[in-house]
């Protein structure tokens, strides 16, 4: 599998907020463990919840692995005014800290630039 999920160059999910956005990849699997997070990262997650909102304010846009439109990480990045894509399924499977993406939020497509 891990050999397949090299291979993705494009993840594929549902519009949770619309724009786009460039920018370094950092999945948050532990809240507590983000002192790293910089201002327009790409937070990407499994799911998020009230303790991810200080680091959804300093990302560049939201990836979720799991949720819809009424999602906590949709209605969030709404407010926010940040792009948002969910139900992904792979997000966090297929990316890595530091890969450079491009969040396209108006089509619902993650494209992964550099790895």
Do not use: W, Y
């Given at each position: 599998?891990?050999?397949?999920?090299?291979?993705?160059?494009?993840i594929?999910?549902?519009?949770?907020?619309?724009?786009?956005?460039?920018?370094?990849?950092?999945?948050?699997?532990?809240?507590?463990?983000?002192d790293?997070?910089?201002?327009?990262?790409?937070?990407?997650a499994?799911?998020?919840?009230?303790?991810?909102?200080?680091l959804?304010?300093?990302?560049?846009?939201?990836?979720v692995?799991?949720?819809?439109?009424?999602?906590?990480?949709a209605?969030?990045?709404?407010?926010?005014?940040?792009?948002?894509?969910?139900?992904?399924?792979?997000?966090?499977?297929?990316?890595?800290?530091?890969?450079?993406?491009?969040?396209?939020?108006?089509?619902?497509?993650?494209?992964?630039?550099?790895?």
């Amino acid at each position: 599998m891990k050999d397949q999920n090299n291979k993705i160059t494009e993840i594929t999910g549902t519009i949770g907020s619309i724009g786009k956005a460039r920018g370094k990849v950092k999945i948050v699997r532990d809240i507590s463990r983000q002192d790293n997070f910089e201002e327009g990262d790409i937070l990407v997650a499994n799911v998020t919840s009230p303790d991810f909102v200080s680091l959804m304010k300093k990302s560049g846009a939201i990836v979720v692995d799991v949720g819809g439109i009424l999602c906590h990480a949709a209605i969030i990045a709404r407010e926010l005014g940040k792009p948002c894509i969910v139900d992904t399924k792979i997000a966090t499977q297929v990316l890595h800290d530091g890969d450079f993406i491009e969040v396209d939020a108006t089509k619902g497509i993650i494209t992964i630039l550099d790895k």
